[in-house]
């Protein structure tokens, strides 16, 4: 079975400041998809960002961009230039894309982010 | 935008209760989804549902139950409520094309008395 780990429970950053947040995974497949959820304090998990497995460019959205490291099953998140509202709990999460249960998503244990102003 | 909607932010039950938490998609979504949230675990994914009446257990099924009678609602059982359910219970649907993102709902944060 897949797993994901988060390995930082907690992380915090300035305001403005750059932070890295962790994620590994373990699988025997190929392909596959990663994400990265917000869930900010009013409890709307939120997408920040995908990565398919086949593709060697790591993904980024504005402000979000990721180190997918492969062969090492990694999948890191950077938030660049953090703000107040960046503030969440973040989740990391699988899928290995297939049939029916290519929506079916294995999350991490989270990772509480904390910008201090 | 895709709205999903949990019928109860917080829900208190008593031990052995019958408890039913209700999610309603407006997206005409094929998957529907639910998940408990736990401090230091994550979601984890307790059954989901691929089209109205089909349903597939996920890694916790155990004390849960789930119907999916119309395809924008999807409702979690909880036959014999215990202590150890006490929870946040998340609902999320998704198109039925394959790793498009979930859309959550707001949650229910369940307190099993």
């Known amino acids: 079975a897949q797993t994901v780990t988060q390995s930082q429970p907690e992380m915090s950053v300035q305001e403005a400041e750059t932070v890295t947040l962790s994620c590994t995974y373990d699988?025997?497949?190929?392909?596959?998809?990663l994400f990265w959820y917000k869930q900010p304090p009013s409890r709307q998990m939120i997408l920040v960002i995908r990565?398919?497995?086949?593709?060697?460019q790591n993904a980024t959205e504005n402000r979000f961009s990721v180190n997918f490291q492969k062969a090492a099953k990694s999948f890191s998140l950077k938030i660049s230039d953090s703000q107040l509202g960046d503030a969440a709990m973040y989740f990391c999460a699988y899928s290995n894309g297939r049939g029916t249960s290519g929506s079916r998503l294995t999350f991490g244990e989270g990772t509480q982010l904390t910008v201090n102003p | 935008d895709v709205k999903v909607t949990q019928s109860s932010r917080y829900l208190v039950k008593r031990t052995g209760e019958k408890v039913f938490l209700e999610c309603v998609q407006d997206?005409?979504?094929?998957?529907m989804f639910w998940y408990r949230q736990d401090p230091g675990l994550g979601l984890r994914l307790i059954y989901f549902?691929?089209?109205?009446?089909?349903?597939e257990k996920g890694d916790i099924p155990e004390g849960y139950s789930v119907s999916r009678e119309k395809k924008e609602r999807f409702s979690l059982i909880l036959e014999s409520a215990s202590t150890n359910q006490t929870s946040m219970y998340l609902c999320a649907s998704s198109p039925g094309d394959m790793n498009e993102k979930l859309f959550f709902g707001s949650g229910t944060q369940l307190s099993v008395l």
């Open positions: 997206m005409d979504h094929e998957n």
């Open positions: 699988t025997s497949e190929s392909d596959y998809y």
């Open positions: 990565q398919e497995a086949y593709k060697q």
């Open positions: 549902s691929y089209d109205v009446k089909m349903k």
